[in-house]
């Protein structure tokens, strides 16, 4: 591994810089906050819309290049989708949630890079401007792990303690404690 060459006050100003940020900039746009967030790459993490809460020691990670983004959208009948991020959860780099019915993401969850998580189609097959068409709720229990550029959704229901692979969609309903 190579060694971080930076002086160790570069490292702390660094440090404190993303905090501010975090503080000043990402925190009042979620409806709450539980205690020990922590945001790397801030600047990177896109957040819109009402309704989004987070627990406590939530760590979100992004990347140059790599944008991530948890936004909720208008439900086409006055209200809005909702989002809930369980405690002690982890969310990586290229992660998009977006939500125009209700996303729930329990706690200790691990979320790995480029995952896509939606709870609607976003238009009709035949009108397309009829947004955001069907759509159904999202779960994911404690302690589930979802691997590398998978696709949940909408109506998804991942049991607790799964496992699912790098690449799946997920369309249905996966029980608890399987590899799918």
């Known amino acids: 591994m190579r060694r971080d060459n930076k002086p160790y006050t570069i490292r702390l ?54 944008m991530s983004r948890i936004c909720t959208w208008s439900d086409g009948e006055g209200g809005f989708g909702r989002i809930d991020i369980g405690s002690h959860t982890l969310l990586t780099p290229g992660l998009q949630v977006v ?3 209700h996303i729930e993401i329990g706690d200790n969850v691990m979320i790995a890079s480029r995952v896509y998580i939606s709870d609607a189609d976003w238009h009709d097959i035949y009108n397309r401007l009829e947004t955001p068409g069907p759509r159904a709720a999202v779960r994911i229990g404690d302690n589930a792990w979802i691997g590398y550029g998978s696709i949940i959704c ?27």
């Open 154 to 180: 909408k109506g998804a229901q991942i049991g607790e303690n799964s496992v699912i692979g790098a690449g799946s969609v997920v369309t249905g309903a996966i029980p608890a404690n399987v590899v799918a």
């Open 13 to 66: 100003l660094i440090n404190f810089c993303r905090r501010v940020y975090t503080k000043w900039r990402l925190v009042p746009q979620f409806d709450s906050v539980g205690s020990g967030l922590e945001i790397i790459g801030p600047q990177r993490l896109e957040v819109y819309g009402p309704n989004i809460r987070l627990g406590d020691n939530v760590h979100m990670q992004t990347s140059s290049g790599n």
């Open 99 to 101: 939500s125009a019915k």
